[in-house]
């Protein structure tokens, strides 16, 4: 059962004032999808886990904020907003799902997913760098 | 946002290996380690030698992108139990 919308919304704001462009709906990630199929993309599944999520959100904003910024970043929130979150794993779907989690996309395949176990237990700075060192090198920069 | 642990072991919440005096093998999220049983939640486990695999082939591809959760609730009794590690930490 979904959480509290009142509970969740901090969480989904952590991300959205950062940029992030939020997906609602399963069509939200289809659009999504096309769109950024044109260069790299990064899609986070965002959640309520805090053993994972409370690392792995300040952990996008900063890689976002302090290296090459991927051409499209947006999120899903799992447990949430169920369609579009079962919308985005289905663009990955030989793996398990898991959230937190991020997708990272180039030209429209996935070349990159950090599943929840890899964030749980880490830094929002090592997490942060493991995402930097992706976007750094699939946008030709050295991180 | 704080974690919800509820009083419940350090490592609830964190997806774990929990290896066996057997065969088996499981990687789940811990839910609480207790005198007699670790419970995990979605689980999944492997056999040592099915497919061909042994259970650290096995657990270092689950290290890759996880496991799927063949079991939503899944009791291994603590007495079987050889050592719990986090996922994260393979590989």
């Not at chain 1, 059962?1 to 940029?19: D, F, H, I, N, Q």
């Not at chain 1, 959640?47 to 290296?67: D, T």
């Not at chain 2, 492997?46 to 650290?56: A, E, F």
Request: aromatic share 6%; proline share 6%; glycine share 10%.
């Amino acid at each position: 059962m979904p959480y509290s919308p009142l509970l969740v919304k901090p969480m989904r704001e952590e991300l959205t004032v950062a940029g992030i462009q939020e997906l609602l709906t399963a069509e939200d990630v289809d659009r999504w999808m096309d769109e950024s199929s044109d260069g790299t993309a990064l899609l986070v599944v965002n959640s309520v886990c805090g053993c994972a999520a409370g690392m792995a959100r300040p952990g996008v904003r900063a890689a976002l904020e302090n290296g090459p910024r991927p051409d499209h970043v947006a999120t899903v929130f799992a447990g949430q907003d169920l369609e579009a979150t079962a919308a985005a794993r289905g663009k990955f779907p030989d793996i398990p799902p898991s959230s937190p989690s991020m997708a990272f996309f180039k030209g429209g395949e996935l070349v990159f997913f950090l599943p929840r176990h890899r964030i749980e237990g880490r830094s929002a700075e090592e997490v942060a760098s493991d995402l930097t060192t992706v976007f750094a090198e699939h946008s030709g920069v050295t991180a | 946002m704080g974690t919800f642990h509820h009083g419940k072991h350090e490592l609830h919440g964190i997806t774990v290996v929990v290896d066996t005096d057997g065969p088996e093998i499981w990687v789940g999220r811990c839910d609480d380690i207790l005198d007699d049983k670790v419970i995990l939640r979605d689980a999944d486990g492997h056999r040592d030698g099915d497919g061909g695999h042994g259970k650290q082939q096995w657990v270092e591809r689950a290290s890759k992108f996880g496991v799927w959760a063949k079991h939503k609730r899944l009791v291994v009794p603590r007495a079987r139990v050889t050592s719990v590690r986090r996922l994260g930490e393979v590989g």
